[in-house]
Each structure stands twice: as C-alpha cells, then as structure tokens.
C-alpha cells in the first residue's frame, strides 16, 4: 500500500530543481541548459586523433532532438528544462521507494524517508540534465537484481523492462563507466547471493535463458563498447593526462578520500564570496560526512538485528564499500 508521507517528499523535493530555473539559472555544475537546441550541435560529435583524424560520435542526438521539438512547439527550452528535471528526479523517487518497498516491506513507510530524501538530494541530481538520465533510472536498473536476490525469481517481463530502463539510462551518455557501473551492482549482488546461499548455482542455470535475452536486448550498447575495448591501443588514442611536468590525470588531487567521504568535492560551482561560505560552514562539514557515519552506526547494531534482515543490512553494506572504493581517484 502506497504512503502519503514518502509520496509528499517525493513531490516536494524533485519540484526544487524546477524552482532553481525560474530565473534561467545554470543547472548543473557540468553543462549549464543550452539557450537553443543549436548550441548542442558543435556536442554532436568530437574530433579525435585516430587514424589521422576522425569524428567520434558522443550521442548527444536524443537530448538535442528534444530541444529542437521543444523549440518547434515554440516552447520555452528552460521552462521545458525545469519539467524534464522535475521528472527525472520523480523517476529517482519513486524507484528508490520501489527498492524500499522490495527491501523492508514489514517497516513502518516514514523510514523510507531517509534513504529517499539523500538520493534525490545527492549533488548528482542536480548536475546537467543529461547525466540524469543515468542517476535517475539506476534504481530500476537495480530493482530485478535485487528481487533476484531476495525473491529466488526473475521474470521475462522484468528483463524486458530491465532494458527499457537501460535505454532510457545511456540514452543520452552511453559511456563505458556508466555500463560498468550498472553491471557491477548486478554482478555483486548475485556473487553475494551465492557467497550467503540465497542464489544457488541451480537456480542461475534456471534462469540461463532471461540472462541471455538481457544480453541480446541490450547487444546495441554493449557491442560497440565491447569493440572498442578489443581495439584500444594506449598509442593509438593516447591518454587523459594534462600537459606538463607532472603528466597527472586530470582530477589529480582533486577525487582523494577525504573528498569523497565528505561525498562532494571542496571546488563547488559558486561565485568566490558563496564558495567560501559554503566551504568555511560547519553545518556543511558535519553534514557531509552523513554516510560513513551512517554506515558505522548501522555496524553497531548488526547484531540487534533479526537474521532475515541481517543478510539483507550486509549486501547494502558491501555495495556502499565498494563504491567509496571506487569513488576514490
């Protein structure tokens, strides 16, 4: 049964980013809402050092159809803009109260408050508009593997909707570490269903078909991906570095643990006297170490918790390590 309470904060936070474009404000500390759907063409392609020079397609043709309709519709591209993101965060909500729903069905709904209100809050959600899509359809990525998981099942309809929401994910930034990332979680969630003996390898034979029409549904993307890795040569496409004496990656000293674990980095998109507020404030120091603290807490009580709920505490508790591992340069 659907709750009033996590259905309001669901509505009242992902209204925020249509507020913030009420004045034709920047979204984003990324790619600010293009003025018009032309600015986006000179993102249509990029111009590479292969083969004596190429284009490299980088799939910005969905976003830039959109704006251009919007325009033709003579629409407002900003105002267009505030309910794209204003969906897109609804679509984050409510998957991420789908997982609680499949998780914790047995706890009281405001508890799902939590976990809502820091997904939609994530500085991720409000970066460029086409980053969302990725962060937005996650947890519908998520959901039939964590069903998997808990439930011992998987149907075809979830498969086909597994990729339905895949599309819409990489829709418009197709990148390899976003593939990765929404293959890792599925990935890890099924090694740790047969490290815990709640997926048997009987039941992965069982279901050896929907696996494969997964990986035929989502051939597109994964294929062309694929290809480019067989064909990498560090001399042929050369590496992200910056030029100088240092040669380091392009985030050097930037994405370091302490960063992370604060779950922002200190360089915030604001003019110079709103950045030093924002960094010299101690609401935001204490509030941006939210997580780990969250996570150790959560440790002290493992053992107050009932078996059934334990296994389920441990998994969140490897996905949110691995991924502050991950985070880190």
């Given at each position: 049964?659907?709750?009033?309470?996590?259905?309001?904060?669901?509505?009242?936070?992902?209204?925020?980013?249509?507020?913030?474009?009420?004045?034709?404000?920047?979204?984003?500390?990324?790619?600010?809402?293009?003025?018009?759907?032309?600015?986006?063409?000179?993102?249509?392609?990029?111009w590479v050092s292969v083969n004596n020079g190429e284009y490299f397609a980088i799939n910005y043709y969905p976003y830039y159809l959109i704006l251009l309709t919007v325009e033709k519709l003579n629409l407002s591209i900003y105002q267009f803009s505030g309910l794209l993101l204003f969906g897109l965060n609804l679509v984050a909500g409510f998957g991420i109260y789908r997982l609680c729903l499949l998780m914790f069905p047995s706890s009281k709904k405001y508890?799902?408050?939590?976990?809502?209100?820091?997904?939609?809050?994530?500085?991720?959600?409000?970066?460029?508009?086409?980053?969302?899509?990725?962060?937005?359809?996650?947890?519908?990525?998520?959901?039939?593997?964590?069903?998997?998981?808990?439930?011992?099942?998987?149907?075809?309809?979830?498969?086909?909707?597994?990729?339905?929401?895949?599309?819409?994910?990489?829709?418009?930034?197709?990148?390899?570490?976003?593939?990765?990332?929404?293959?890792?979680?599925?990935?890890?969630?099924?090694?740790?269903?047969?490290?815990?003996?709640?997926?048997?390898?009987?039941?992965?034979?069982?279901?050896?078909?929907?696996?494969?029409?997964?990986?035929?549904?989502?051939?597109?993307?994964?294929?062309?991906?694929?290809?480019?890795?067989?064909?990498?040569?560090?001399?042929?496409?050369?590496?992200?570095?910056?030029?100088?004496?240092?040669?380091?990656?392009?985030?050097?000293?930037?994405?370091?643990?302490?960063?992370?674990?604060?779950?922002?980095?200190?360089?915030?998109?604001?003019?110079?006297?709103?950045?030093?507020?924002?960094?010299?404030?101690?609401?935001?120091?204490?509030?941006?170490?939210?997580?780990?603290?969250?996570?150790?807490?959560?440790?002290?009580?493992?053992?107050?918790?009932?078996?059934?709920?334990?296994?389920?505490?441990?998994?969140?508790?490897?996905?949110?390590?691995?991924?502050?591992?991950?985070?880190?340069?």
């Amino acid at each position: 049964m659907i709750s009033v309470l996590p259905i309001l904060a669901i509505l009242s936070i992902s209204v925020l980013p249509s507020i913030y474009t009420r004045a034709n404000l920047a979204i984003g500390g990324d790619v600010m809402i293009p003025l018009t759907s032309s600015s986006l063409t000179k993102y249509l392609f990029h111009w590479v050092s292969v083969n004596n020079g190429e284009y490299f397609a980088i799939n910005y043709y969905p976003y830039y159809l959109i704006l251009l309709t919007v325009e033709k519709l003579n629409l407002s591209i900003y105002q267009f803009s505030g309910l794209l993101l204003f969906g897109l965060n609804l679509v984050a909500g409510f998957g991420i109260y789908r997982l609680c729903l499949l998780m914790f069905p047995s706890s009281k709904k405001y508890l799902y408050l939590p976990p809502i209100i820091f997904y939609l809050l994530t500085p991720a959600l409000f970066n460029a508009p086409h980053y969302l899509f990725s962060y937005s359809i996650l947890p519908w990525i998520a959901f039939p593997f964590f069903k998997f998981y808990l439930k011992r099942e998987i149907s075809t309809i979830d498969i086909v909707v597994l990729n339905l929401a895949l599309f819409f994910a990489t829709m418009e930034l197709p990148n390899p570490k976003y593939l990765f990332h929404f293959n890792l979680i599925a990935l890890l969630i099924i090694i740790y269903g047969l490290f815990q003996k709640q997926i048997s390898f009987k039941l992965l034979r069982k279901n050896l078909g929907k696996f494969a029409l997964y990986l035929f549904l989502s051939a597109y993307i994964w294929l062309p991906q694929l290809y480019f890795a067989a064909h990498y040569r560090p001399e042929n496409y050369g590496v992200n570095v910056k030029n100088g004496a240092l040669q380091a990656m392009a985030n050097y000293g930037v994405d370091t643990a302490g960063r992370i674990f604060k779950l922002h980095q200190d360089s915030v998109f604001l003019n110079y006297p709103d950045a030093l507020l924002y960094s010299n404030s101690k609401v935001i120091e204490i509030a941006s170490f939210i997580l780990p603290l969250i996570v150790f807490l959560s440790l002290l009580t493992t053992k107050r918790k009932k078996s059934t709920e334990l296994h389920k505490l441990k998994l969140l508790q490897v996905l949110t390590a691995t991924y502050l591992f991950f985070s880190i340069g």
